[in-house]
């Protein structure tokens, strides 16, 4: 197998073949709607993340809100996804939003 190639999980989640926790996770939220929590601490992710249409919730460090779900939210979410893989991002999350499979 290489490190490319999804490995599926029990339960909703699906991540790659690597070891350890993802940078950005993708997800809904009771309260917020889709979200992604940045793990990463770094102004990269989030300024990614902000130009994906997500805004960071206040008062919540590294948790972003998508804007506008209802507008395409699952599309727009599962392209987030993909672009962040592509900027070499280890990105987990609930697997509406995994365009690989």
């Given at each position: 197998?290489?490190?490319?190639?999804?490995v599926v999980r029990t339960g909703p989640v699906?991540?790659?073949?690597?070891?350890?926790p993802a940078d950005v996770t993708f997800g809904r939220?009771?309260?917020h709607g889709i979200v992604a929590a940045d793990r990463t601490a770094g102004a990269n992710a989030s300024?990614?993340?902000?130009?994906?249409?997500f805004h960071e919730?206040?008062?919540r460090s590294g948790l972003y809100a998508l804007g506008d779900p209802s507008r395409d939210g699952v599309a727009r979410t599962t392209a987030?996804?993909?672009?962040?893989?592509?900027?070499?991002?280890?990105?987990a999350g609930?697997?509406?939003?995994?365009?690989?499979h």
């Amino acid at each position: 197998m290489t490190s490319d190639q999804p490995v599926v999980r029990t339960g909703p989640v699906r991540t790659t073949a690597w070891t350890g926790p993802a940078d950005v996770t993708f997800g809904r939220h009771p309260e917020h709607g889709i979200v992604a929590a940045d793990r990463t601490a770094g102004a990269n992710a989030s300024w990614m993340l902000e130009r994906l249409g997500f805004h960071e919730v206040p008062g919540r460090s590294g948790l972003y809100a998508l804007g506008d779900p209802s507008r395409d939210g699952v599309a727009r979410t599962t392209a987030a996804v993909t672009l962040m893989r592509r900027a070499g991002y280890r990105v987990a999350g609930d697997s509406a939003f995994d365009g690989s499979h």
